[in-house]
């Protein structure tokens, strides 16, 4: 008699064979076995481990079940499920909002500038004199102020990839330090030129300060030392206030002067843009988005669009909008963020079309001024209520 398997039973069965009925199966040649089969003319009938088999078939025992084969090539990819957009006019419920942040250990009094330091977030407290650091869950940290720190009047704040930097608007100085809260250097007088340092900048290489009442720029390097101040001639600043920088070069809002002022990293001027188009009225807040520019007219109730090269691309103005006093600007990989002294918050898409406006009393919005993103939320400083409201981008 030959050797056989039991073919799609998923067992190899052993030594001996055993003839039923002109079908040839195998039995284990020693131990217990664990199974057994029902054998007739054509087929193996059954594979079980209990009870006899049918009339006219031949029980055989067989070996226990051996190891499992190697498992199958994975069946192809299903398709993408979609996600909702939430509708716009739920953007006010508690489910969708994150909170607004106020009262306690936060020491909010007039808070100013945000920056994000891939951590935390760090918020100024213009009238407190202090700064206030809190994770991204809103949990408070830790309130800096007093002794070294030298804060007076608060206002920009900026991280360098290492050390955080404020600008004391009231006592024409630059506070320094640590992401551990430690205070590292209070820069003032002298060539720095400090005169109502507004907001700050670091463009990968230098920090950079606006001077609202010293129409000037200062650069400074990470290591505290004064490297020039720019001013005068075909620079034009005029009570500049916000500075943005492209990647390539840095661009300065000019309040007073209703401009916008060009220049590379190594100081050189490249040109400064009024009038026509451009709709300039107050310009405050500017951000980059990648691949414009965009800044916020306060009293002009509307926001600018223009190219690196300097090319006006478009002036937003529609009721529609709802800008009110414009203020800051921030972009969050996909939409801009326009804070309204107001008190609302304007989103529009790159291409200038408007998404959505948050208002009301729940996201608490008194004159809010500053905003940052730290990469899942936005976070807006409420000059006028003591407070910062969360909101999750892209909800």
């Not at 205070?183 to 003032?188: A, D, E, G, I, P």
């Not at 002298?190 to 670091?202: E, K, M, Q, T, V």
């Amino acid at each position: 008699m030959g050797r056989s398997k039991l073919i799609g039973c998923g067992l190899a069965v052993g030594a001996i064979a055993v003839a039923a009925a002109g079908v040839s199966v195998a039995a284990t040649a020693s131990g217990s076995p664990s199974y057994h089969a029902c054998a007739s003319a054509k087929r193996v009938l059954s594979l079980q481990r209990h009870g006899r088999c049918p009339s006219g078939t031949v029980r055989v025992s067989i070996g226990a079940r051996g190891p499992k084969g190697a498992r199958g090539k994975s069946g192809p990819r299903g398709p993408a499920g979609v996600l909702p957009h939430p509708d716009p006019s739920r953007v006010a419920l508690l489910d969708w909002w994150g909170g607004v942040h106020s009262g306690g250990s936060y020491g909010f009094d007039a808070p100013g500038g945000i920056a994000f330091d891939g951590t935390h977030l760090w918020v100024a407290n213009v009238a407190g004199n202090s700064v206030t650091e809190f994770g991204t869950t809103g949990a408070w940290v830790r309130t800096l102020s007093g002794g070294s720190y030298g804060f007076d009047g608060p206002n920009g704040i900026a991280f360098d990839g290492v050390h955080l930097w404020v600008t004391n608007t009231t006592g024409d100085s630059v506070t320094e330090f640590g992401t551990n809260g430690a205070w590292v250097r209070t820069l003032s007088g002298g060539s720095y030129g400090f005169g109502n340092p507004f907001a700050i900048a670091f463009d990968g290489s230098d920090v950079w300060v606006t001077n609202l009442g010293a129409d000037s720029v200062t650069e400074i390097g990470t290591n505290g030392a004064w490297v020039q101040t720019l001013s005068g001639g075909s620079f034009a600043f005029d009570n500049p206030a916000a500075i943005a920088f492209d990647g390539a070069h840095l661009w300065v809002t000019n309040r007073a002067g209703d401009s916008v002022t060009e220049f590379d990293p190594a100081g050189a001027w490249v040109q400064t843009l009024s009038g026509g188009s451009f709709g300039f009225n107050f310009s405050d807040g500017i951000a980059f988005d990648g691949q414009d520019l965009w800044v916020a007219n306060h009293n002009g109730n509307s926001v600018t669009e223009f190219d690196p090269a300097g090319t006006w691309v478009a002036t937003l103005t529609d009721a529609s909008y709802g800008f009110s006093a414009p203020a800051r600007i921030a972009f969050d990989g996909a939409h801009l963020w326009v804070t309204n002294e107001s008190g609302s918050l304007t989103e529009i898409d790159t291409q200038g079309r408007w998404t959505t406006t948050l208002s009301g009393a729940s996201f608490g919005f008194n004159i809010p001024i500053g905003i940052a993103f730290d990469g899942s939320h936005l976070w807006v400083t409420n000059n006028g209520g003591n407070s910062v409201t969360d909101i999750p981008a892209g909800s």
